[in-house]
T-cell receptor, first 117, second 113 residues
Framework: GESVGLHLPTLSVQEGDNSIINCAYS??????FIWYKQESGKGPQFIID?????DKRQGQRVTVLLNKTVKHLSLQIAATQPGDSAVYFC????????????????FGQGTILTVHP | NAGVMQNPRHLVRRRGQEARLRCSPM?????VYWYRQLPEEGLKFMVY????????ESGMPKERFSAEFPKEGPSILRIQQVVRGDSAAYFC???????????FGPGTRLTVT
């Protein structure tokens, strides 16, 4: 069946390093992806999204890369800070019978990012 | 510009009682989604609503759970006759259109004793 999943469940980095969090998806028809950050005790926070007509999108200190050939998505965080410590999820909207994406999100398992000072 | 609001933030219920969780979407958003998150797990979709309509309830348990999003007022997720397995964090999200990124509220943490 369709799924969105992550390669690594945990990632530890030193403050100032760059972090890369990966995500694999199985539905080749997927056309929209979102990265969320969830801090302990809080709701998921929208970080960045990307549509399938792009292979790269940049935000503030974050970059999302999309490789449709291998169905792989990554989130890069530059100069990681202790405040970046959280669980990161990739997510993908669902599809109806006609194949059109709509709002239901399927979340990956999540990667725990720990940033050491 | 207030974000998605949920209340209560914490809710304790005894087995057999009813739980009502409320969600007010961001201003201008007409699409609401409910998700459930068990400890150390990802979020699982429950239901997708627009004003006065349930669009997709494929993630809702068949019994005891219901949701509404009336023309006026917040969206309500209602759990009747709660059991211990209902203990979880329940998140609401909203979006202006069904295909855009969703913005989440802080969640309601339900504990069933």
């Amino acid at each position: 069946g369709e799924s969105v999943g992550l390669h690594l469940p945990t990632l530890s980095v030193q403050e100032g390093d760059n972090s890369i969090i990966n995500c694999a998806y199985s539905n080749s028809a997927s056309d929209y992806f979102i990265w969320y950050k969830q801090e302990s005790g809080k709701g998921p926070q929208f970080i960045i999204d990307i549509r399938s007509n792009m292979d790269k999108r940049q935000g503030q200190r974050v970059t999302v890369l999309l490789n449709k050939t291998v169905k792989h998505l990554s989130l890069q965080i530059a100069a990681t800070q202790p405040g970046d410590s959280a669980v990161y999820f990739c997510a993908e909207p669902g599809s109806n019978a006609g194949g059109t994406s709509y709002g239901k999100l399927t979340f990956g398992q999540g990667t725990i990012l720990t940033v050491h000072p | 510009n207030a974000g998605v609001m949920q209340n209560p933030r914490h809710l304790v219920r005894r087995r057999g009682q009813e739980a009502r969780l409320r969600c007010s979407p961001m201003k201008g958003h007409s699409h609401v989604y409910w998700y459930r998150q068990l400890p150390e797990e990802g979020l699982k979709f429950m239901v997708y609503l627009q004003k006065e309509n349930i669009i997709d309830e494929s993630g809702m348990p068949k019994e005891r759970f219901s949701a509404e999003f009336p023309k006026e007022g917040p969206s309500i997720l209602r759990i009747q006759q709660v059991v211990r397995g209902d203990s979880a964090a329940y998140f609401c999200a909203s979006s202006p259109l069904g295909q855009e990124g969703q913005y989440f509220g802080p969640g309601t943490r339900l504990t069933v004793t």
